[in-house]
T-cell receptor, first 115, second 114 residues
Framework: AQSVTQPDIHITVSEGASLELRCNYS??????LFWYVQSPGQGLQLLLK??????LVQGIKGFEAEFKRSQSSFNLRKPSVHWSDAAEYFC?????????????FGTGTRLKVLA | EAQVTQNPRYLITVTGKKLTVTCSQN?????MSWYRQDPGLGLRQIYY???????DKGDVPEGYKVSRKEKRNFPLILESPSPNQTSLYFC?????????????FGNGTRLTVT
């Protein structure tokens, strides 16, 4: 079955430190890949997406993600974290051949930023 | 402003008392969907709609109903709520442009069933 794994439930980093959030998917082909961020009391907001082409994609708020086919991964990175980045982050995939618009979400990683 | 609007934001009810959570989008999106978010489980799809009068079950449809009589509205109905439906609910929409369209989310409805 198709699945998305975010192995880190919680991550704590200091402000100014670099960040990497992991995402692995289980699917036979390359799906469409997304990262969303959820700030407290808010809905999910799209950070970035990957469909094809350059495997390093840039998103909003200084985030980037790299698609690695060999590892079935789509990890999210940021060189220098700001206190306002504290939120929950969700990786999501849509299988390429899906005719039912099926988003599959990971369980999320909650980021805490220390001042 | 382009947005997905859910109401209410917070709802406390008792077991068995029918309720409706409304969802409306002003972006002329064809696709709409409901999710519930529970700790450790991420977002799970309840129902979705590809267009007016077209709805289908997601992963966790039991105990829920939906309707899509108009393009902009997609209400979620709990005919007889139970405590295991206590959760955070999100409505989302997307234009029907293939599988690469991102979802636009509402701000959520926190439901407590006692």
């Amino acid at each position: 079955a198709q699945s998305v794994t975010q192995p880190d439930i919680h991550i704590t980093v200091s402000e100014g430190a670099s960040l990497e959030l992991r995402c692995n998917y289980s699917y036979g082909a390359t799906p469409y890949l997304f990262w969303y961020v959820q700030s407290p009391g808010q809905g999910l907001q799209l950070l970035l997406k990957y469909f094809s082409g350059d495997t390093l994609v840039q998103g909003i708020k200084g985030f980037e993600a790299e698609f690695k086919r060999s590892q079935s991964s789509f990890n999210l990175r940021k060189p220098s974290v700001h206190w306002s980045d504290a939120a929950e982050y969700f990786c999501a995939v849509v299988p390429f051949t899906s005719g039912t618009y099926k988003y599959i979400f990971g369980t999320g990683t909650r980021l805490k930023v220390l001042a | 402003e382009a947005q997905v609007t859910q109401n209410p934001r917070y709802l406390i009810t008792v077991t068995g008392k029918k309720l409706t959570v409304t969802c409306s989008q002003n972006m002329n999106h064809e696709y709409m969907s409901w999710y519930r978010q529970d700790p450790g489980l991420g977002l799970r799809q309840i129902y979705y709609s590809m267009n007016v009068e077209v709805t289908d079950k997601g992963d966790v449809p039991e105990g829920y109903k939906v309707s899509r009589k108009e393009k902009r509205n997609f209400p979620l109905i709990l005919e007889s709520p139970s405590p295991n439906q206590t959760s955070l609910y999100f409505c989302a929409s997307s234009p029907k442009q293939g599988n690469n369209s991102p979802l636009h989310f509402g701000n959520g409805t926190r439901l407590t069933v006692t």
